[in-house]
Structure formats: C-alpha cells, structure tokens
C-alpha cells in the first residue's frame, strides 16, 4: 500500500477532497500522513477534521500549531486571532469527540527512513530521539491533565535544548521545535519569532534544515509548517507546505517514489491579512 505525505490543509476541505481524488486515480487504496494544521484560516475548518477523522486507520497525523491553537482556545486557555475560522468546531455537537481524537494524534512519526513532523527538528536530535521525546508530550496530552499541559504550552523559552530540562520547560522546547521552528543557529537555539522569509537576516541563524552536521541527515525530514518555501524535494528533506491557503497548491508526495501529487488552491486568505 503506497504511502502519501500531504502538506498543510488548513480548512481548506474542497481541495483535500480533489487532492484524494487525483491520488485515487493511480492509487485506489492509499496509506495517507498528514503533516499537521488540519485546520484553520480556511474556510471550511469542522468539514476538514470531519474528514480527515473518517478515513480511519490507514491514516495518520502529526499535530501542528494551529492544531494545538484550536485544543488551547477550545479550554478558554487562548483567545481567537481575528483570522481564525474555528467557531464551527467549536459549535459543533460533535466537538468533543473531534477535539478527543484530534489530541490523541502524535507529534513526530518515523516509517521506513522518513521522519514525519509539522515543522521540522532540532539538529542536535537524532531521528529516534526527536520521536522519544515527542512520545513524552503526547503522553501528557493525551492524559488527564491535558488542559493544564495546554495552560503551561506557550511561550518562546528556553530557545535552546538542554537534556537536562525538565517539567513545563521541556515540554515547551519540544512543542516549539516540532511545531514552529523555522530557523536556528548551530548549537540549536531557536529564533521563533520570524516567521514570513524563507531567509534569515540574522547572523549566525539559518533555516534548521541547513545547520552543519545535522543528526537527522541520516533520514528524510517531511515537514509543512513554512508556505514560503514551496515544495522542497531533497535527499534528507521534503517541504510541503505549498501555499494552499495563499492561492498556492496543495501538494503530497508519494514517499515510495518520491511523485509529486498536486491540486491548485484559490486564495482563502491575503498576504498580510493575518
């Protein structure tokens, strides 16, 4: 059964269902990874986890930050941005049951030399380690004081890995890393408040796909996350946050043969209008 990876849906469920449909056309019975930000921005936020959450065991999803920002705004614990398109989940009478499964989907998943994360690692983190830890976060997400884990999430520090952190503040490093990085610097300090380039004005940081000696160059990074990168096709990197919601494309990979599926997006949302 071939696997697709597919990038960044955000509400956008009319062009996941073309997007499902061209790829059903060669494969009928595809194993699909979604590589996070199920929703929001898009306009149609409720239909898209509703779907996603009906194609059942042969498909999977990492969680992103919007992912995440429907959880937290959900338990009163973050106020919606003036760009959000969640109050359908949220008035929904399934919400629950959405909400439930949407927090039991983990952070980081590692098949047959891909690793699958919303925005990238981390370059002192090995493969089998970017998902231990991620391992550590789902399990308080996924257990009874989620809501307290979600009140304890945000923030941009420490910026910086350190084993040695414990508690909220390395669950926080965590999150951030496998939910929002962008760029860092060599020894893995994070500058997480740039967020519009794909370069960095800032010496000594660099996109963290490009820092020297990476340790997860040993495998395939598929992340989303970064529209302004466009589709990545690289030996140990795959990008596929292609701009769906910028009038861009909705793109998946076939991770057996590295073919490139794609469906073009009309523009839900206007540069600057978040």
Same mark, same amino acid.
């Given at each position: 059964?071939?696997?697709?990876?597919? =990038? +960044? /849906?955000?509400?956008?469920? #009319?062009?996941?269902? @073309?997007? !499902?449909?061209?790829? %059903?056309?060669?494969?009928?019975?595809?194993?699909?990874?979604?590589? =996070? +930000? /199920?929703?929001?921005?898009? #306009?149609?936020?409720? @239909?898209? !986890?509703?779907?996603? %959450?009906?194609?059942?065991?042969?498909?999977?999803?990492?969680?992103?930050?919007?992912?995440?920002?429907?959880?937290?705004?959900?338990?009163?614990?973050?106020?919606?941005? %003036?760009?959000?398109?969640?109050?359908?989940?949220?008035?929904?009478?399934?919400?629950?049951?959405?909400?439930?499964?949407?927090?039991?989907?983990?952070?980081?998943?590692?098949?047959?030399?891909?690793?699958?994360?919303?925005?990238?690692?981390?370059?002192?983190?090995?493969?089998?380690?970017?998902?231990?830890?991620?391992?550590?976060?789902?399990?308080?997400?996924?257990?009874?004081?989620?809501?307290?884990?979600?009140?304890?999430?945000?923030?941009?520090?420490?910026?910086?890995?350190?084993?040695?952190?414990?508690?909220?503040?390395?669950?926080?490093?965590?999150?951030?890393?496998?939910?929002?990085?962008?760029?860092?610097?060599?020894?893995?300090?994070?500058?997480?408040?740039?967020?519009?380039?794909?370069?960095?004005?800032?010496?000594?940081?660099?996109?963290?796909?490009?820092?020297?000696?990476?340790?997860?160059?040993?495998?395939?990074?598929?992340?989303?996350?970064?529209?302004?990168?466009?589709?990545?096709?690289?030996?140990?990197?795959?990008?596929?946050?292609?701009?769906?919601?910028?009038?861009?494309?909705?793109?998946?990979?076939?991770?057996?043969?590295?073919?490139?599926?794609?469906?073009?997006?009309?523009?839900?949302?206007?540069?600057?209008?978040?």
């Amino acid at each position: 059964m071939p696997t697709y990876a597919i =990038g +960044d /849906l955000q509400g956008c469920r #009319p062009k996941l269902t @073309e997007l !499902l449909d061209k790829i %059903r056309m060669s494969c009928p019975d595809p194993r699909l990874i979604f590589v =996070g +930000d /199920l929703v929001n921005r898009g #306009p149609n936020s409720l @239909e898209t !986890l509703r779907e996603v %959450r009906a194609l059942g065991d042969t498909t999977n999803v990492v969680l992103g930050n919007h992912d995440l920002h429907l959880l937290a705004v959900a338990n009163g614990i973050r106020p919606q941005h %003036r760009s959000d398109t969640l109050d359908d989940i949220l008035a929904a009478p399934d919400r629950d049951e959405l909400l439930d499964w949407l927090r039991h989907r983990p952070l980081a998943i590692l098949e047959n030399k891909h690793l699958m994360v919303h925005a990238g690692v981390l370059p002192q983190w090995t493969a089998e380690q970017t998902v231990a830890l991620s391992r550590e976060v789902e399990a308080v997400l996924q257990g009874p004081d989620w809501v307290e884990f979600l009140r304890q999430m945000y923030g941009n520090q420490p910026a910086r890995w350190d084993d040695r952190l414990d508690g909220a503040d390395r669950l926080r490093c965590i999150v951030n890393a496998l939910t929002r990085i962008r760029f860092c610097d060599a020894e893995g300090t994070m500058d997480l408040t740039t967020s519009k380039g794909a370069e960095i004005e800032l010496p000594g940081f660099m996109r963290w796909f490009d820092v020297p000696g990476r340790k997860t160059e040993d495998v395939t990074v598929v992340f989303g996350h970064w529209s302004t990168l466009g589709l990545i096709m690289r030996p140990d990197v795959i990008s596929l946050d292609t701009g769906c919601l910028w009038g861009g494309k909705l793109s998946a990979v076939c991770l057996d043969d590295r073919s490139i599926v794609q469906v073009d997006c009309p523009q839900y949302q206007k540069p600057g209008s978040i």
